[in-house]
């Protein structure tokens, strides 16, 4: 608040001084009345508001009980002396009333006084200290201050305070309206509460959110100045959210601060700056006689500082703790002069990073406890088949897992139940549970994964095999220390890294990967002691030395003791597990089904001296970013993968881990401050030229074993994408977490989980990035990394691995509670994180569940994407049947076009036009997918295509079928042209008046179908699948000539049918069955004939009107659904009629003089 105090108390007085000549000069024979000093009445004895005098200046209080919220120490009355004489208070009273209680509203208790004694100096406060509120650590302190104490409590529901100078005690409820002897001033408010009102009050009173009191809220005198209007006259001050030099400029003073009001810089430090940036920064100035004149001396080169106090000017060069000296002077006579000096910054400039994606909380979910430790709510898993997410719960006793239904994803989410892990552990003979560490969903094979470990460190743990409501099914013994769980998609396989620590500092027992084949039931851990597939840059932890201390690299032979498998990653096809091994930098490959380790290699360094990477290793309350000689060791926590034009790439979260052993008391670490090991430095170093010197960077958290050739940080504050086969680094987001948060949350800028103190983590990890997955969104791919100290959820758009770009930072943590201090019961310590994509999602948007292991809560994160809806999630269909038709409904975000792309994973099995009409070629399955035009939303639908003729009966046997179909006739080869002479061969069992004689004729004249070499045709003889695929060639025309085979298992070249069935398969008419076969000694079904002929001839018919002909057929709802269209416009067509029973008889077989009826109704 810069505002001035005398320049007003010189008006006051010179208007005093007017007004006296004046009257003097009227009535000069008047008798001047003794007027007490600091009262506000002229020398007649008239009040007189304008006359200098002892004002009430702020009010606080916290209620009329103890409060631990509260942000004072103690309730206040602070008055203030603005006359230029200091004043006896001796005789003086303060009197006080409010309601008694915690209402806002209605009339006051009775005044109560308290005799004031003592002396307020000139332009000093004099400050009354009510009871103590009972709050520590508050942000007011008044323990050490004030100049006398009522032993009272000073309400926050409204009040009303009255300043005297008598110690009569007032009787009116508001003194103001009659002025009683000796009354000074007045203050009546009500609180912040809407509606607020209090009985007794200057002209009008502060009521309500902007302007009533609370326990945060002060009121307080804008410049000393007062007009009889409690309204106009206070504001104010919410000591919630001030600090710095408004705190300074606003909290209550005591005579010990003497003349406070006097000339006075509140600025007590500048903001940084940024070189090549245009910068301004005001020095703020409060008292004294306006205007003043500033002079500075000492600042950078480009910038200046102008005569209304503010800096200015564009900085051309980087530099840290520059002093620069300011002097302010007066316009009083004799001149006031201050001086200070305040540090500047000028830093490298990093643009700000805006979010260009929205992501929203809307649901979350509370175990209902928080430890400062981290451990409570820690891996959450979603099961896209229930709706339901599987947590890790550390806080219960002993841990167990909650099953908690997701919904529609909105609001509070309660649990359905928790599954006592420990108990279903136990059940394996000899076992004792000691934790419960990981879990994973597998939709395919209907399961749920637990990793437990032992109560005894040094013995092995258990991979439990549960149903999706946690029953125990079976379980597996897994390596020692099973932390991280993985199953491959088809749920073969499922894997855990097995950490083995030393936990006790002194075993360190051999890390493992398990690998359980669930289909044979065995299991095996995969060691790391093939000395020939690491590395030899592959850090391995050397001996301890006698003061516990690890300072040398150990040999490959070391590595089966030292490596501590960490987290799991799979490869796209499912057959490679890649694994970080953290206190190594290193990440393993392994083949699954070999249970073979295939490499080890190493991450390397990252170089913080380059300009992409600085950081802040100072613990000095500021932000400041730079570059150091220092190298950051990657040791990535979490890791996930995706793949890109075939190519496999890996995510690490890049947090770094120490070894400390035991974890209390440890005696076996690698880890120091800077300061312990500058002394080992090569002095022919880089890194020893910058520390040697100075003791700005000797807290700095090092590793111990990596050598004398430099200084080693743990982790890269950052997240990296690295080439699965070659483990080159293909891209590091260098220094954006702590560039973005502290563009977000520079009070809060590397602040630990379960502290709120700037800058803590910065000599350590920095945010620490925890967890790392990807998700698909759109035609996107996007990575979410968890920061597990500061907090929040860092995305980027990782579509092209070598050029990712920043989307968003949210952070849903509340730093402080209501009382001002560090709050664990919300979103701080993310730990796992779970990718739910658009298709699987209850809001149809994709969304991100994170674990948050300090608050032990669940939130959930909806990406704001475009949404599409499709109006089939699944279609069944029949291979070169009826097409369908998808149909996409589109919410778009940001007013982007409303239509769809259509794609088929499998266009073999299915294809999709622009139309969304899917057409099935072959058996099998693909999912269409629909993607929004921005590119951002997406939908699906699995599309089953099962074989045509797919006949779920099994047809009538013969009863001694030939291994081979025999050839029915002596038709030539090759076959009849479709336009034969017209004579007709006769039959020796077809006379003229049979049914089917003259379809029989007309196509043995056209030589479609021929008779036997008897001289008979057989009419009623059931027609196999390569008679009617022969006939019906012949019947299209087709020519079959140079047609290869190979199509169908059964159907090889050569044979007197295959040509003709190729061909048909070619023109998506023939159809074989799922295990490959065509099958083509089977005799038909009617209803196969009716599809096969449909296929056929469906160009020449009319589209059926649905399957309502059927109902005319008694059976006719026994036609199978897969032969209904077609049955259904043949019937409409007129080419079916049914038998003289009024039936179908769709499952019947179908004779060789039926088909030629019906092949004949064609022909012309």
Known sequence: MNRTTKKLVATLLAAQMSVGAWLTGIASAAEPVSVIPGTPYDQNGQYNVSVPHIVIQQVYGAGLSGASDAFASHGFIELFNPTDSDISLDGWSLQYADRGNKNTTGPTNAWEKFDLHGTIQAKSSFLIKGRATGTSGAKVDLSNKGDLTWDRYI????????????????????????????????????????????????????????????????????????????????VQVDYSKIAGAELEANRPHDSSDGDWAALRILTTSLPTAYANQPY??????YGGDEPYAFTATGLPNGLNLSAEGAVYGTPTEVARGIPVQVTVTDSATPARVKQTTLSLNVDTYRPTMNDTLAINKIAEYSVGTTNEDGGVAEIVKYNKDNGKFYLVNGSANPPSLDIVSLGQAGGTLEKEKSVLVADLAEKTEGFSFGDLTSVDVNTTTKRIYAAVQEEDFLKQGLIL???YDGNLIRS???????????????????????????????NDPAGSVTIVDTQTSVTAQVYFNDQSVIADDVHIRGSVDEDGVIRSKGSKADAYLDF??????LSDKNDLAYVSLQENNAIAVIDIARKKVLSVKSLGFKDFNEAANALDVQKDGSILLENVPFKGTYMPDGIASYSVSGVTYLLTANEGDATEWPAEDPTRVNIAKLKDIKSSLDPESEAYAFVNGTDKYDAVEVLTDRGNDGIYMLGGRSFSIWNAETMEQVYDSGSDFETITSQRLPEFFNASNSKVDMDDRSTKKGPEPEDVKTGVVGNHVFAFVGLERIGGIMTYDVTNPAAPTFANYTNSRVFLNEQGKKNLDTFTGPEGLEFIPAEESPTGKPLLLAAFEVGGKVAVYELDTTKVVLDQKALSLTAFGSSATLKATVTPVGGSDATVAWTSSNTAVATVDANGVVRPQNAGTAVIRAVSADGYGSAEAVVTVSAAPSNPYTPPTTTKPSPEPEEPSTEPKPPATTNPEPSAPSFSDVSSGHWASESIGKLAAQGIMQGMPDGSFQPNKQITRAEFMTVLARFLGLDTTGTSGGKFSDVPNGKWYSSSINKLAEQGIAGGFSDGSFRPNQELTREEAFVLLYRAIKVKLDAASGDTALDSFKDGGKVSPWAREAVA??????VLQGGSDGQLNPKKTITRAEIAKIIASFLE
Request: hydrophobic share 35%; glycine share 10%; proline share 5%.
């Open 1129 to 1134: 416009a043949l019937v409409q067509a007129g």
């Open 280 to 285: 301004s920064a005001a020095i703020s100035v």
């Open 465 to 467: 095999e549960l149903d």
């Open 564 to 569: 501590e498998p960490e987290y799991i990653a």
């Open 476 to 506: 597996f013994k897994a390596g020692i220390q099973p932390d991280m769980i993985k199953s491959t998609k088809d749920g073969r396989y499922v894997l855990s890294a097995d950490e083995a620590e030393p936990r006790d500092g002194v």
């Open 155 to 234: 309400n926050n529901k409204g009040l009303k305070v009255v300043l005297m100078s008598s110690p009569t005690l007032v009787t009116d409820v508001n003194p103001f309206v009659t002025k009683p002897a000796g009354y000074v001033d007045m203050l009546g408010t009500g609180s912040n509460d809407d509606g607020s009102d209090i009985d007794g009050y200057e002209t009008a009173y502060p009521s309500g959110d902007a302007e009533g009191q609370s326990k945060k809220k002060a009121v307080r005198r804008i410049d000393f100045q007062d007009t009889d209007n409690n309204k106009a006259d206070f």
